[in-house]
């Protein structure tokens, strides 16, 4: 929760900083942080919904495998969650709901398709994770490419690194939780790429992508102009993933794959919340400058 509702948080502030120099309006930033946090959960549910036979394997305490919730009750709120998203978006802007609309489609097709075909179905669920900051974008800044055909650009730079930083590190994000769930997909049939190479191979992949998504996740901070509060939070804790990864390597078993991957979760929401801070201290510090400055030539 902490990582999927800081991650809409930072794109709406980050987007309205670099389009204007300033924090959104209050009813579209709580609209995108909530549409997008409904979306990422939807489909968090639904594919618990579907990996059941899965999850009585490797997560029996889970409410499904456990009998707490029914098969039921869980489809319809993933459900609701996804409708109420898809109204959030369609109030904001088309743009936001026409990416809302192929990032589900694509998490859905991994979900019933792609996890129990191939060992690289972790590259639907990157690709649909990292839509969510661009949609999340477009929905505070859009593009107008829909409504009037004409803009001179699609997304700026730093809404381009931002979901591939997202789509990058979810990669490494997934496959540890995917390592962790090595034993219920070998009996059950899905060919993930820890079950079908191995986890040390696994593992040295997974540190590969988060490094990228480390420089990434730098490359936004110098091409948006943040200060010093997110890169010093940004790197300290790139390079504590970093040690996790490599930790993960020494020590390739399904148990810290486990860790790695709550442990990826939390790296992204405090790298989240430092970028939520850093803007808006800029946003007050070039507020007070500007007044300063007005003063002063007065």
């Known amino acids: 929760m902490f ?60 409410p499904l495998p456990a009998n707490e919730i029914t098969q039921r009750s869980a489809f319809l709120y993933a459900l609701i969650l996804g409708l109420l998203s898809a109204a959030c978006a369609i109030y904001l802007n088309i743009e936001a709901f026409v990416i809302l609309i192929i990032a589900t489609a694509v998490i859905t097709l991994y979900t019933v398709y792609f996890k129990r075909k191939t060992p690289f179905s972790f590259i639907p669920v990157g690709i649909a994770y990292g839509l969510v900051p661009v949609g999340i974008w477009l929905a505070i800044d859009p593009a107008n490419i829909l409504t009037e055909g004409i803009s001179p650009y699609w997304l700026p730079l730093p809404g381009l690194l931002f979901g591939l930083m997202i789509c990058m590190t979810d990669w490494g994000f997934t496959l540890a939780g995917v390592c962790r769930d090595v034993e219920g997909d070998r009996a059950k049939g899905a060919p993930t790429l820890p079950v079908t190479y191995g986890i040390p191979l696994t593992s040295k992949f997974i540190l590969a992508i988060w490094i990228i998504g480390v420089l990434l996740s730098l490359a936004i901070g110098f091409t948006a102009g943040l200060g010093p509060i997110y890169f010093v939070v940004a790197l300290a804790s790139g390079i ?59």
């Open 3 to 62: 990582m999927d509702i800081t991650l809409p948080a930072a794109a709406s502030i980050l987007a309205a900083y670099f389009a204007a120099g300033a924090l959104p309006e209050f009813l579209p930033f709580i609209l995108a942080t909530i549409g997008g946090f409904f979306a990422i959960t939807s489909a968090y549910t639904f594919n618990d919904v579907i990996d059941i036979d899965i999850d009585t394997i490797n997560l029996p305490d889970r």
């Open 240 to 298: 504590w993933m970093l040690w996790r990864c490599v930790r993960f390597i020494k020590t390739p078993e399904p148990w810290l794959g486990g860790k790695l991957f709550v442990e990826g979760s939390n790296y992204r929401g405090v790298m989240f919340s430092a970028m939520i801070i850093d803007v808006i201290l800029l946003i007050y510090v070039n507020g007070y400058s500007g007044l300063a400055s007005l003063i002063l030539g007065a």
